[in-house]
């Protein structure tokens, strides 16, 4: 319960805030609004896993039963295996995007156009939806009978009319959202930052000045995002690796088991699903999100700080007219006591005078 109400709480501060940074500055990363979009996309699919899988699948283990009812128990294996699968292809498009910024920036730039990320980030939640289905009509709740026969428990289970068409099926997903996505994530990944380590563009061989400083901005920057790149390309594979395992291992020692029931598996459920939790992490800590809310913060500081100046102005304003409009009725009692004193030391200059003569003579 502690790890999951940690992931947890991770996960939604973290993501919210860089749904936050992401859609409010249009510098979040240095011009590359092509790799931002579809980072927007990515925190979606984590917020999708933290707010819908984390709090059920909690459940699940506090209780040891589904007391969630049929339509969550058909929505929520559905909901997670689509944000997995969209949070997979959006790493590949990402991927991909680096990959041509960096051997053809000027190709990339005609290419991943607005529409087409758009057309891009639908596909991706088409494809995901389409191969995640059959989840949806598959999964249903059962009562089984406790050994007492007394007593009876409710689980959500997988109702496949032959064990291998299971069998097919998870090793399809696995291929389809994990083995393929992951292979072709590191591959891309290592020809970028190869590309990279040789210096990027050719551009750099610029001889006038403001073009090195340019290009050497440039290859600084699709370093930093190229190395959040296969930052969340590992976490990915490390992350998911462990329940992939064991689903497999279940499906080819314990085929007859639909709920797969097993010891590691709960905690290999748990990780997967920190993953969304810890993707933010890569956000602020590799990428230059966090400069970018650290310049938000500023500015929203300077907004408050004019506004407070600006209402102090008024309020000094205010009291200079009260003290002006309180003192009016007594200027002429001021105005006489200054004109007698003024008197009475001209007098008394005059007599100090007379007396300087006298004394002098």
């Not at 289970?157 to 064990?163: A, L, N, R, T």
Request: with cysteine; glycine share 4%; aromatic share 12%.
């Amino acid at each position: 319960m502690v790890m999951y109400v940690l992931s947890f709480v991770t996960g939604l501060v973290g993501n919210i805030m860089a749904l936050w940074v992401l859609t409010r500055r249009r510098n979040r990363l240095s011009g590359a609004s092509a790799t931002r979009r579809l980072l927007v996309n990515l925190a979606v699919c984590d917020m999708m896993v933290v707010c819908v899988c984390m709090p059920v699948n909690l459940g699940l283990q506090v209780y040891n039963a589904w007391v969630f009812g049929e339509f969550l128990c058909r929505a929520v294996p559905f909901v997670q295996a689509v944000s997995v699968s969209a949070s997979v292809l959006s790493l590949a498009a990402i991927s991909l995007n680096r990959y041509y910024s960096v051997h053809s920036p000027l190709q990339a730039r005609s290419f991943f156009t607005t529409s087409r990320m758009i057309c891009m980030i639908a596909v991706v939640w088409i494809v995901s939806s389409a191969l995640c289905l059959p989840l949806f009509f598959m999964n249903t709740t059962k009562t089984l009978s406790l050994l007492d026969g007394l007593h009876s428990v409710t689980v959500c289970v997988e109702s496949w009319s032959k064990i291998k068409l299971r069998q097919g099926y998870n090793f399809l997903l696995f291929c389809a959202l994990y083995g393929f996505p992951v292979v072709f994530n590191l591959v891309i990944c290592f020809l970028t930052g190869w590309k990279l380590s040789r210096g990027g563009t050719s551009s750099i061989s610029d001889p006038s000045q403001f073009a090195q400083t340019s290009s050497s901005s440039r290859l600084k920057t699709r370093k930093r995002i190229a190395k959040m790149v296969f930052a969340l390309v590992l976490l990915f594979t490390f992350s998911w690796l462990p329940l992939y395992a064991v689903d497999i291992w279940i499906d080819s020692n314990i085929p007859s088991s639909p709920d797969r029931n097993d010891e590691s598996r709960p905690f290999a459920q748990w990780l997967g699903l920190t993953n969304s939790s810890l993707n933010p992490l890569c956000y602020c800590f590799i990428g230059n999100l966090y400069r970018s809310a650290k310049r938000f913060r500023e500015s929203y500081r300077e907004k408050i700080s004019s506004v407070m100046s600006l209402t102090n102005r008024s309020s000094m304003r205010n009291s200079a007219s009260k003290i002006q409009q309180r003192n009016s009725g007594s200027s002429g009692r001021f105005s006489s006591e200054t004109r007698s004193y003024t008197v009475f030391r001209l007098t008394r200059s005059k007599s100090v005078s007379a007396t300087t003569v006298c004394e002098s003579i």
